[in-house]
């Protein structure tokens, strides 16, 4: 009889701690890089979906698609308990409040291989928090 494992950390940040056969379960807490004030890059993966999931706290998904260089940016407050798969192809950032935390699933080696990060212009950086800080107040 195999035991269970059990994984949880109250560390800021990204953590991988499941990896198996090509996916992995990672948490994601809040830390500075993840506020929005700090949010300042879109990411990319072009293989593969990206699974997110809120724990606990606020958080806001953001999306863009770009036209060149200029980007449009959507962004939604996370409900609790609910799945939020982000496909392939698809430009995103989350912006975390204090203590929240966030289960991510993806293949293991996602940002390693497959992973392309764009700075946003800083208009796009402004327009953006203010999307999310009223997102926040609801």
């Known amino acids: 009889m195999q035991e269970i494992e059990i994984y949880r950390t109250e560390e800021g940040g990204y953590h991988p701690f499941l990896i198996r056969e090509g ?6 807490n809040s830390d500075q890089n993840q506020e929005i004030d700090n949010i300042d890059k879109l990411e990319v993966h072009h293989h593969t ?36 798969n982000i496909p392939a192809g698809t430009w995103h950032n989350i912006a975390m409040q204090e203590n929240c935390e966030v289960l991510i699933i993806e293949k293991s080696d996602t940002h390693l291989n497959d992973c392309t990060y764009k700075s946003l212009s800083l208009d796009q950086k402004q327009n953006l928090h203010k999307k ?6 609801k």
């Open 23 to 28: 996916w992995q379960v990672a948490q994601l």
């Open 49 to 84: 979906d990206e699974v997110f999931v809120l724990l606990k706290g606020k958080a806001a998904l953001i999306t863009g698609t770009y036209n060149s260089d200029e980007v449009t940016i959507s962004s939604m407050l996370m409900e609790k308990a609910r799945v939020y």
């Open 132 to 137: 999310v800080k009223k997102l926040y107040l």
